[in-house]
């Protein structure tokens, strides 16, 4: 069965983007809806550059409203400095597969300035168990990808340290946002300590 429009059209915004990707992950047999989700992998090429993971799938089917608001079409992206193992590489497509399954896991659709915990480490960010989701942050960076369909939200996934957790519950999202951009490199772990 060949892919809906609006993922072909995702897909190749991706690739007009990024280009060709290195690999990719594909999960089958998801939760209902999402039957499969692709996680394409762009790795870094040295030590200094960054290795870009994009969910394709999750964007098949709005996600469930709440509150009366409709809950949008949206896709993926984490970024993480430094060429990874394979085993971290595998990790992260899987961490961020299981969170492009949420809102039909939960019932509740995903958004810009949301914080989603994940109860232990992600793989290649020691000290960070939480995410905060967040929109584009520096210029010609996308933000939603038109398609033939709707437009697609383009979710950037960004791990926090449980202390950079609590401090975001007492700031509105877009000011911790700042602040997180102006104190680390938020595509490395945070410092320890």
């Excluded at 007009?16 to 692709?38: A, K």
């Amino acid at each position: 069965m060949s892919a809906p429009p609006i993922l072909r059209d995702v897909f190749h915004a991706l690739r007009d983007e990024w280009g060709d990707e290195h690999d990719g992950v594909t999960f089958e047999h998801g939760p209902p809806p999402v039957e499969r989700l692709d996680v394409m992998l762009f790795r870094a090429a040295d030590p200094g550059g960054v290795t870009a993971f994009a969910t394709v799938g999750m964007s098949a089917h709005p996600m469930p409203p709440r509150e009366g608001r409709a809950g949008g079409r949206a896709e993926l992206r984490l970024f993480r400095r430094g060429i990874l193992q394979r085993g971290d590489e595998q990790g992260l497509a899987t961490r961020l597969a299981n969170l492009a399954v949420y809102p039909w896991t939960q019932d509740r659709p995903l958004g810009w300035g949301e914080l989603v915990g994940f109860g232990d480490e992600l793989p290649a960010f020691p000290g960070c168990s939480s995410v905060l989701l967040a929109g584009a942050w520096a210029a010609g960076q996308t933000s939603t990808v038109e398609t033939s369909v709707e437009p697609v939200r383009i979710l950037n996934v960004v791990p926090v340290s449980e202390p950079e957790r609590q401090h975001a519950l007492t700031r509105r999202p877009e000011d911790f946002f700042s602040d997180l951009l102006n104190t680390r490199d938020i595509f490395a772990p945070p410092p320890r300590g």
